[in-house]
């Protein structure tokens, strides 16, 4: 199995930092606290949210033990099973301008050191290996052992099974909590006091995220355009409805979810483009990895694959974008990132 999966209960504690009394347990909110502050995001059609982020005053109100697991915790781990092998094969890695702003921000504010780095709801590893380059250990936290199976080997790191709210490291253990395309699923309270507990004081918490992308870049800009919009016809119009409501979080790229007092200081936002050149044949297999594409094939009853399909338009479309028929004519895709930082509190 490519990765190294250590269970709730299992070894190797000590040596990276494992508790054994985590167990699996997931539900989402939208709430934080008690300071409240109204952001309204608005993205796909279908997925207006409004967020209610509270800053809590009293740390203890927001401490309560986790909820154990329910079904809509179940159906969140078992949605991104069934993707893992493609989530592995055709997600971005991620680009080393985040982990230069992060590194920068960790040396200005951090612990110090670099002994131990948490890669939360760490999917397949993609955050995981490259923190792996940064720090002594990397622990990476996931719900679902389909998705840690399909991450790469990686000497100093390894991976329990929990969930964010509720993971299997110590007290003040790393240096580092890391979210990359995740927190918009959490319970942003419990998340933010499970970070605050299993950090350092003086410790870094990264989040980020991509919103949606645009083909551009390449040597024709007409055809960048043309596939950009058949990409948001399919992102939009026909798979709008069955995007999750959270996801309009991902694309105003975390705005009113940042952590705050008592129990984090220094916050900050900033603001990025990743950039990936791939083949067109890459671009549809990354759309195949959007949970509202999976959602869409389920709810319709349709095989990857076969008609109804809609990423098979997609790609002539793209095709015909390009005026080509090579489907591994590489072009470029980029995406607006936005990156929180903030610094654990001694409260």
């Not at 003040?172 to 909590?177: I, M, N, P, T």
């Amino acid at each position: 199995m490519p990765g190294r999966l250590v269970g709730a209960c299992r070894a190797r504690e000590a040596r990276v930092g494992l508790r054994n009394d985590c167990a699996p347990s997931y539900t989402v909110t939208l709430m934080h606290g008690n300071c409240m502050r109204h952001v309204s995001t608005t993205g796909h059609a279908e997925a207006r949210v409004a967020v209610e982020t509270r800053c809590n005053a009293d740390a203890a109100a927001a401490s309560r033990p986790p909820p154990t697991a329910s079904g809509s915790a179940r159906s969140f781990a078992d949605l991104f099973a069934t993707q893992a092998q493609d989530y592995a094969r055709f997600r971005p890695s991620y680009t080393s301008n985040i982990y230069a702003s992060i590194e920068a921000y960790a040396a200005a504010h951090g612990t110090g050191t670099r002994e131990l780095a948490a890669d939360i709801a760490c999917g397949s590893g993609q955050a995981g290996a490259d923190l792996a380059k940064l720090y002594t250990r990397v622990v990476g936290v996931d719900a679902s052992p389909e998705q840690v199976a399909q991450a790469p080997p990686v000497p100093n790191m390894t991976y329990g099974l929990g969930t964010a709210e509720r993971t299997p490291l110590h007290d003040a253990s790393c240096d580092l909590v890391a979210v990359a395309q995740a927190l918009h699923w959490f319970d942003l309270p419990r998340f933010y006091t499970e970070a605050h507990r299993i950090l350092k004081p003086r410790g870094t918490l990264a989040v980020w995220c991509y919103a949606t992308g645009r083909l551009e870049g390449s040597d024709d800009a007409d055809g960048d355009e043309r596939a950009t919009q058949a990409l948001l016809h399919v992102y939009d119009g026909i798979l709008g409805p069955h995007w999750d409501a959270r996801r309009a979080l991902v694309d105003a790229e975390y705005e009113g979810m940042e952590p705050c007092a008592p129990l984090w200081t220094r916050v900050e936002r900033h603001h990025m483009f990743m950039t990936k050149r791939w083949p067109l044949s890459h671009v549809i297999g990354y759309v195949r990895t959007w949970s509202a594409y999976n959602t869409y094939l389920k709810r319709h009853d349709i095989v990857q694959g076969r008609p109804g399909d809609p990423a098979l338009p997609l790609l002539q479309a793209l095709l015909q974008a390009y005026r080509t028929k090579d489907t591994e004519r590489e072009v470029v895709m980029t995406w607006p990132v936005g990156l929180l930082l903030a610094t654990r509190s001694s409260v």
